[in-house]
């Protein structure tokens, strides 16, 4: 586990220290064995020492009031993510922000309980499903069963990237597909499915028809040699992925114009890729796919994507499907979806080859455009960068420009924070501070002794020449091994540790190599 690793981490540490480098001063020694001292209580008192708390307001923050109902059961690692498990009442529509995940049917909500998060934050609700339809009725309500309900294939092959607690799934055994290939990235996600809760989840997961694989989304698809018939992305990744990938500008692969494209050559002419996620009441998150949808049809060929897409969105804006097809919605399936969501109250159809000329939402105005000189200046128009993202540009979940830090309009005050900008400015004044105090500060103290360095400006400037061009290699390979290895963080300890290991053999011989 992490708590233990930790402290391991740092028994390592201290025994090398006392190996390499004894103590001999007094107050060394003080600190030597303080620092013993504090491992022993650390290992003595575990429990108490690693005791997770939750902030006010997060998704497990509830767990700590026992009224709540709420309690977590498991807590499993990963190199992607924490996951937790957590057992729950059943979930109110009247109450939820996001009721058209979860539907109105009491008796099929009386089934929600328990419920996966990932880093306390991205969740998804576990069904307690006893193999049967009878007891997925109620599912076709949701936003998840967009696709099936427009599709014209009777029993689709689906592909679901992003597995948790397997709603996409369930959705699809519903609907009766005939083969179900599940991708999930999170090692301790499919853990729990398969080992530690597989009595729980047993009735899928071991359905002959569900074929679960541990990989990353785009991985999968490189080399995967078929075609499916529905493409399912529920709100796949997170914000929370942010931290825990050791990145702060959002990396994200899976909504890239480069991603689109492999969707799209991965479905059957006739079938519908289903992308959801949050939105905002500005539309940002969703419009930017939407955006990069649209780019993706064009490079694919399409005269008119408007005739493409369809879009589904919960009344308070706050929740989107994308539906996208590589040929053109037929009036049959658009018949088909509008009559099984017309009796919603949770979510409408907001975007479709029959409603764009309307206008009414920005998505509409978007599509109706239906061309590119005309999109383009929507894009530079618009308040928040909802313009399609690219894998050398892979930041989907940053929406903001630099003049948002001075803004003149009070909307933008009101719907965004220039996060990244502000990271980087925060970034610049700690290291220029850091800088000073540890490189300025001390070589003036050394000139002040009479210690000087001939040509001093030289070797400043070579050997900072040197840490700008390590500096942009390990960027760039940072970027392109996040993608070929599936996350950052895989990413970051293969390149970190590859490249500290050549340059330090690099140091070890350069003498003999120079002598050479």
């Given at each position: ?44 008192f ?25 309690v ?46 990932q ?70 996600t499919?853990?729990i ?33 078929r ?27 899976l ?11 991965h ?85 479709g080859?029959k ?20 999109e ?9 960068d ?64 009479g ?41 970051l300890?293969?390149?970190l ?20």
């Open positions: 586990g992490v708590e233990w690793s930790a402290v391991a981490a740092c028994v390592a540490l201290l025994g090398g220290a006392l190996l390499f480098a004894p103590p001999t001063r007094p107050l060394a020694r003080v600190l030597a064995v303080s620092a013993v001292l504090v491992l022993i209580l650390s290992s003595a575990a429990d108490r020492l690693f005791e997770m708390t939750y902030p006010k307001g997060s998704m497990l923050a509830a767990a700590q009031n026992p009224e709540s109902g709420v977590i059961e498991h807590v499993a690692w990963d190199p992607v993510a924490r996951i937790e498990l957590s057992r729950i009442p059943p979930p109110d529509p009247d109450t939820m922000l996001y009721p058209s995940i979860i539907g109105e049917n009491r008796t099929f909500l009386a089934r929600f309980r328990r419920m996966l998060t880093n306390n934050y991205a969740f998804t609700y576990a069904v307690d499903y006893d193999g049967t339809k009878d007891s997925l009725r109620g599912i076709e309500e949701t936003i998840y069963s967009a696709a099936y309900h427009a599709t014209s294939v009777p029993r689709p092959q689906a592909l679901v990237i992003g597995v948790g607690g397997g709603f996409d799934i369930l959705t699809a055994l519903a609907f009766d597909a005939s083969d179900i290939t599940a991708v999930e990235i999170n090692g301790a499919v853990r499915l398969t080992r530690t809760y597989r009595d729980y989840f047993r009735k899928w997961v071991e359905d002959p028809r569900v074929h679960l694989v541990q990989s990353e989304g785009r991985h999968f698809l490189e080399t995967a040699d075609r499916f018939d529905i493409i399912q992305l529920s709100g796949t990744d997170s914000y929370s992925g942010t931290p825990g990938a050791a990145h702060v500008f959002s990396e994200n692969y909504y890239t114009t480069e991603a689109f494209d492999l969707y799209l050559s479905l059957t002419d006739t079938g519908i890729l289903n992308i959801m996620r949050l939105e905002f009441l500005q539309p940002r998150e969703m419009l930017r796919a939407l955006t990069t949808a649209v780019d993706a049809l064009r490079r694919a060929g399409v005269g008119r994507p408007a005739d493409h897409i369809m879009t589904l969105t919960q009344p308070n804006g706050r929740f989107t499907a994308l539906l996208v097809k590589k040929t053109p919605f037929t009036d049959s399936e658009q018949q088909r979806l509008e009559k099984a969501i017309r009796n919603s109250a949770l979510f409408t159809l907001s975007a080859p409603l764009n000329a309307q206008g009414r939402n920005m998505y509409q105005r978007f599509l109706s455009l239906g061309d590119p000189r005309e383009a200046s929507f894009l530079a128009r618009y308040p928040f909802v313009s399609p993202v690219d894998d050398d540009r892979p930041f989907f979940f940053r929406y903001s420009y630099w003049w948002h830090l001075l803004p003149d309009d009070p909307m933008v005050w009101d719907n965004i924070t220039p996060v990244m900008e502000y990271t980087v400015i925060l970034l610049v004044m700690i290291i220029g501070l850091a800088a000073v105090l540890c490189i300025y500060v001390p070589l003036r103290h050394f000139a002040s002794q210690i000087r360095a001939r040509h001093a400006p030289r070797y400043a400037l070579y050997f900072a020449g040197t840490g700008l061009a390590y500096l942009a290699i390990e960027i760039a390979l940072l970027q392109k091994f996040g993608l070929f290895l599936g996350h950052p963080n895989y990413a300890s293969v390149v540790a590859a490249l500290l290991a050549a340059t330090g053999l690099g140091s070890l011989f350069s003498e003999a190599i120079v002598r050479a």
